[in-house]
């Protein structure tokens, strides 16, 4: 089990900007709605050399960004914005939906990665170039090859069985190769709006409210 203090997403229209920009300073993630249709994302600027373990920032890459700007003046002074994409508009909506339940800032939750493995489920990790050493130098080249991995649009990837599960997740959601896990494996942090969206997705399980129409099986 491991205990971590994630962020809270609120909204906010364009006119409480104040109360968006303090919110972000207590530790939680504002949607501010520039227009109607037009939002943006605001998180705590990330401390030096902490972008790839920082949950706000974690935040900015399910969007499927990875730049972000840390205001240096105006209404988010020191604070980190992103615009968020029109295609990704309904995942920060459904954010603040599912968080409309919690009345602070930053909540402590607790995940028992071994009773999930959601992370593990139709999710695309790209192999690095220290991934493909580290495995060829513990002698498991094979990894490399199918069924393990395979080559997609220039990169090597591991591969899915037909049920979305990676290869490697045994049944009891144990990496059969925890020691030479790829990277992107072992810093994929745990509450990051990454983790909360594949416990979503994948099992249903969701960290606040529910959203009013889910595809629920038949």
């Not at 520039?34 to 998180?43: C, F, I, N």
């Not at 990790?125 to 991934?131: E, P, Q, S, Y």
Request: proline share 5%; aromatic share 10%; charged share 30%.
């Amino acid at each position: 089990m491991t205990a971590v203090v994630r962020s809270v997403v609120r909204s906010f229209k364009a006119k409480y900007w104040k109360e968006a920009s303090a919110f972000v300073r207590l530790g939680g993630h504002a949607v501010y709605w520039e227009s109607p249709a037009r939002a943006r994302l605001v998180v705590p600027a990330p401390k030096q050399n902490d972008d790839w373990t920082d949950l706000g920032i974690w935040s900015i890459f399910d969007l499927g960004l990875e730049r972000w700007t840390v205001r240096k003046d105006g209404k988010f002074a020191g604070l980190a914005t992103v615009r968020v994409p029109d295609d990704a508009l309904h995942i920060v909506k459904r954010r603040a939906e599912r968080d409309s339940v919690h009345p602070k800032a930053t909540l402590k939750v607790n995940y028992d990665c071994l009773a999930c493995g959601a992370c593990c489920r139709d999710n695309e990790v790209v192999l690095d170039d220290d991934d493909m050493n580290r495995f060829r130098e513990a002698g498991r080249a094979e990894l490399l090859k199918q069924p393990w991995s395979k080559r997609k649009d220039g990169k090597v990837i591991l591969t899915l069985k037909e049920n979305g599960r990676c290869h490697h997740l045994r049944r009891d959601n144990k990496c059969k190769i925890y020691d030479l896990r790829p990277g992107a494996c072992s810093v994929f942090p745990v509450a990051s709006e990454c983790c909360i969206a594949a416990r979503e997705y994948e099992l249903e399980v969701f960290d606040g409210l529910a959203p009013e129409e889910w595809p629920w099986p038949e």
